[in-house]
């Protein structure tokens, strides 16, 4: 059983261009959370989703950020025009149905706006 | 919302000590307590975990204990060993709800 899958790891990209991450969840987990690290900092929450559903996105920025789940494939977190304080790790976790269930977390993806 | 607090920020420690760090939340609807160790430029690793139906739970030299009434929790690590060195985040989850980190404690563990 494959872990969290996040692709790609790093991603350059210039002032104003699109950036597009994305998050395959262990199998048979429904449920996907995004969180962002600034570097010597903690995970702030952005947004949280299950299949074809966003549950929280209160973290997220109104403007510029978007996140999916769609039925098949995997969660993106898209951000549009990018700006370099947008340039952070960016984390998913995903967990099972169900209460109380464990999260795991992928390797993250490391945006750099230049 | 939840709120979790984690103290102290830094902590350290010789090898061998015991090392203790401390959060307290704020919702009592919560019912699942994480703790996720964070070495540098990896992905946080979960380490131990405890629900709102038990106390206290071990692993091997690590340990939490949970304080419903107080609303706090706390990770025990014992007998520490250079590698133990990271940062360590708690966290508490509703189900149907994200997970609330607090802001972390980086351990560094002294030969």
């Known amino acids: 059983n494959a872990g969290v899958m996040q692709n790609p790891r790093h991603l350059v990209r210039r002032r104003g261009q699109e950036a597009r991450l994305r998050c395959s969840p262990m199998?048979?987990?429904?449920?996907v959370y995004w969180y962002r690290q600034l570097p010597e900092e903690g995970l702030k929450f952005m947004v949280y989703?299950?299949?074809?559903?966003?549950?929280?996105e209160s973290g997220m920025p109104k403007e510029r950020f978007s996140a999916e789940f769609p039925k098949e494939g995997p969660s993106i977190l898209r951000i549009q025009q990018v700006v370099r304080g947008d340039s952070a790790a960016y984390f998913c976790a995903s967990s099972p149905m169900g209460q109380q269930a464990e999260a795991f977390f992928g390797q993250g993806t490391r945006l750099t706006v230049v | 919302g939840e709120n979790v607090e984690q103290h102290p920020s830094t902590l350290s420690v010789q090898e061998g000590d015991s090392a203790v760090i401390k959060c307290t939340y704020s919702d009592s609807a919560s019912n699942y307590f994480p703790w996720y160790k964070q070495e540098l430029g990896k992905r946080p690793q979960l380490i131990i975990d405890i629900r709102s139906n038990v106390g206290e739970k071990k692993d091997q030299r690590i340990a939490v204990t949970l304080n419903k009434t107080a609303k706090h929790f706390s990770l025990h690590i014992t007998e520490t060993q250079p590698e133990d060195s990271a940062v360590y985040f708690c966290?508490?989850?509703?189900?149907?709800?994200?997970?609330?980190f607090g802001p972390g404690t980086r351990l560094s563990v002294l030969p």
């Open positions: 989703l299950q299949k074809e559903n966003i549950i929280d």
């Open positions: 199998k048979g987990h429904s449920h």
């Open positions: 966290a508490a989850n509703n189900y149907g709800q994200n997970f609330v």
